[in-house]
Each structure stands twice: as structure tokens, then as C-alpha cells.
């Protein structure tokens, strides 16, 4: 289902202006689709916005938007202020109801691990996935049920039971989820190259790009 999301039409104005707008709360953006003759010129709200990237950063949006109607949209990018990390403009692309699309979910660790209940260590590799499904299909989330996951036992992107109507293409021997030995029962080097892992996966969330893709 659709999040209701309310923006404003806006004019395309300076530098100035966008910065006056964004000191008073809102934030640009433009809404693209094949179906609009030309993109829409719009403004959120900043808190409203921030909710949205802290809960569903993926999620199909109804934006609402007066005089122009309801349109289904995705975010699809997010330009941030390299310091502060504050949000400066958003773009949404228009979404077509009866064509699938990429994007990302998030991933939920569910169950107490067999492994850890033996004094191991829970390390997430992948916190979301990439997915493909019509835009109605999107789940808010998909879990991972990690229960029977004991030390030195991974669980993979092949092992998890997607919803029905979604897919992914990413690798089924992936690893999304492992059980590590205790810190002081690694050697030096075991430690080293988990510390490297999980450093790595972080890196990838924290680039992880937000893209819609119409299939062809």
C-alpha cells in the first residue's frame, strides 16, 4: 500500500531562494515520469521528509500534490550537504502500477540464534536486498529468521522465503547473516578479516544508492 505524502508546487527559483525555503522547513524536489509532459517542480516538508528516510527510504509513495493531483512515486535520490548531511533536494520518479520495478528492502533479523544462546556473535553482512516486483508488491520489510543459525554457519540470500511476486538477482550465495566465534577465541588474523567484513557490508548500506527501474 501506498504512503500518503504531501508536497507543495513550486517555482524554479534562485539560490537564494531555495536557501530561504529550506530555513523555513521545506525542501525542494522535482517529480519525472514518461507521463508528465514536463518534470513538476515540488517542495516537503523537512521533517516529514527526515521520518521518511529514517522508516521507508524505499517505500511507493501517493504524493499528493495540489493541482496537480495524486501521483505514484519512489524517491530515487537524496543530495545531502557534505558535512552537515543535510538534506538539499530530492528527486521522485513517477511510478507505473502495472510495470516492475528495482529497488531495495529492508532486511529484519528475527529469532533468538541457536549460535548466540552458545556465547556467539551475530554479524549482519547485508542489511537490505535488492528486490524486483510490481510496485504494489513492495514489502516494508523482509526477515530473516536466524533461529536455527549456530556458530560458524552463515545464512544466505538463497535461503530466505521472499513474498509472493518478489524476486531478486542477487547472488543466492551471498551472505546476509553469520554466527561468529567469540572475539577471544579468534586469532589475530580470524578477527582481522571479520572486523574487514563487516566494515565492508557497512560501506555498502552506507552507499547503497536508491533507484527505481521500469523492466524492459
Known amino acids: 500500500m501506498a504512503i500518503p505524502f504531501q508536497a507543495e508546487a513550486r517555482t524554479i527559483g534562485t539560490a537564494g531562494d531555495l536557501r530561504k525555503m529550506r530555513q523555513r522547513g ?12 514536463t518534470p513538476l517542480s515540488v517542495a516537503v516538508n523537512e521533517k516529514e521528509l527526515a521520518s521518511l528516510l529514517r522508516s521507508h527510504p524505499h517505500a511507493l509513495l501517493e504524493l499528493d500534490i495540489p493541482g496537480s493531483g495524486k501521483q505514484p512515486v519512489m524517491l530515487t535520490q537524496v543530495q545531502r550537504e557534505p558535512l552537515s548531511r543535510a538534506v538539499l533536494h530530492v528527486d521522485f520518479h513517477q511510478v507505473n502500477m502495472n510495470e516492475a520495478i528495482k529497488t531495495a528492502v529492508r532486511l529484519d533479523m528475527v529469532g533468538d540464534s541457536a549460535g548466540v544462546r552458545e556465547g556467539g556473535i551475530l554479524q549482519a553482512m547485508l542489511h537490505e536486498l535488492e528486490i524486483h516486483c510490481l510496485p504494489d508488491r513492495i514489502p516494508e520489510s523482509i526477515e ?3 533461529t536455527a543459525l549456530g556458530i560458524g554457519e552463515n545464512l544466505l540470500v538463497g535461503d530466505v522465503k521472499l513474498p509472493q511476486g518478489v524476486t531478486t538477482r542477487v547472488d543466492p550465495e551471498q551472505v546476509i547473516v553469520t554466527v561468529l566465534l567469540p572475539q577471544k577465541d579468534l586469532t589475530e588474523e580470524e578477527a582481522a578479516r571479520a572486523d574487514e567484513a563487516a566494515e565492508a557490508a557497512a560501506e555498502r548500506t552506507h552507499e547503497a544508492k536508491m533507484e527505481v527501474h521500469t523492466s524492459e
Open 26 to 37: 521545506s525542501i525542494p524536489g522535482v517529480v519525472y515520469g514518461t507521463k508528465l509532459s
Open 144 to 146: 530473516v529468521d536466524v
